[in-house]
């Protein structure tokens, strides 16, 4: 069992940058992938970026390459992602989620375990 909590959300404007927190507790959270995805009022699920076991495999939405990074740290058993340049359509509340099947994947039905979910709020 592997428990989720995100922070680090919050109110910025078009063009500024947030950095959010996953905080995981429970069994061996080191040997999962985890992702983080978004979703917006009256829209669909949205994947941003995962990465692997290791945080040596990363993988990321077309739509925040070059402006979003994710890393973890295994010791403190946190990924963080940091999201650079955001656009008022970025406003979502954003989660993480992780999953024990070795892979990187956009899909969240592999996905096992998920938080509450922060909210990001980009201003124009």
């Known amino acids: 069992q592997v428990q989720l909590v995100e922070s680090g959300g919050g109110l910025v404007q078009t063009g500024g940058s947030l950095r959010l927190s996953c905080a995981a507790s429970?069994?061996?959270?080191?040997?999962?992938?985890v992702a983080w995805f978004r979703q917006a009022p009256g829209k669909e699920r949205e994947f941003v970026a995962c990465?692997?076991?290791?945080?040596?495999?990363?993988y990321y939405a077309d739509s925040v390459k070059g402006r979003f990074t994710v890393s973890r740290d295994n010791t403190r058993d946190t990924v963080i992602l940091q999201m650079n340049s955001l656009n008022p359509e970025e406003t979502a509340l954003y989660c993480c989620?992780?999953?024990?099947?070795?892979?990187?994947?956009?899909?969240?039905?592999?996905?096992?375990?998920w938080g509450q979910g922060t909210q990001v709020t980009v201003s124009s």
């Open positions: 989620a992780a999953a024990h099947y070795g892979g990187l994947s956009s899909d969240y039905t592999l996905y096992n375990y």
């Open positions: 429970g069994r061996a959270f080191r040997t999962y992938t």
């Open positions: 990465i692997g076991w290791s945080g040596r495999s990363t």
